[in-house]
Structure formats: C-alpha cells, structure tokens
C-alpha cells in the first residue's frame, strides 16, 4: 500500500516536470530567455523606478481618466496626430 502512495507522488512530480518543461519551451520557441534571480531584480527595480518616476513628473492628482491617459501617452511619445 505504500507503494501506491510513493508511486502516485512520483507520478505528480513527473507530471509537474513535464508540464514546467513544455511551458518553458513554447516561452522560449517565442523568444524568452531564461533570468537568474538577480537580472529579475534588476529589472523590477527598473521598471518601479521608471513608474515613480512618470508619477512623480506628470500631473496625476485630481485628474480625470482621460487626463491621465493623456499625460501618460505624452510621458511615452504618443500623439493623435
């Protein structure tokens, strides 16, 4: 009786490693690369640093949606022109 037990957790663990397997090479067949845990870091620090910035720059505070909108896509370069 053990044996289904430790047979059904291996199974499992099979399971998850193929399933993790597969979704990382149909990320990687679109162009993903594999990041260690310090350029993740580094890249959300960016990313937070370039959102504080934008927030800090462009007038947020008592605006409506579509001011906000609009001062957004200006901080990025867009126009409706």
């Known amino acids: 009786m053990v044996w289904v037990f ?4 291996a199974v499992l663990l ?3 490693g ?3 397997w ?4 149909d990320a990687r067949k679109r ?3 594999p990041l260690n845990g310090g ?3 580094r890249a959300r620090w960016s990313r937070n640093l370039e959102v504080e ?3 800090n720059s462009v007038l947020t505070k008592g605006a409506t949606p579509r001011v ?3 001062a957004r896509d200006a901080w990025n370069g867009k126009t409706d022109h």
């Open 22 to 25: 597969w979704w990382d090479h």
């Open 18 to 20: 193929v399933l993790s």
């Open 53 to 55: 910035r934008q927030v």
């Open 14 to 16: 099979v399971g998850l």
């Open 39 to 41: 350029a993740m870091q």
């Open 6 to 9: 430790w047979g059904s957790v």
């Open 31 to 33: 162009g993903a690369t």
């Open 68 to 70: 906000q909108d609009a």
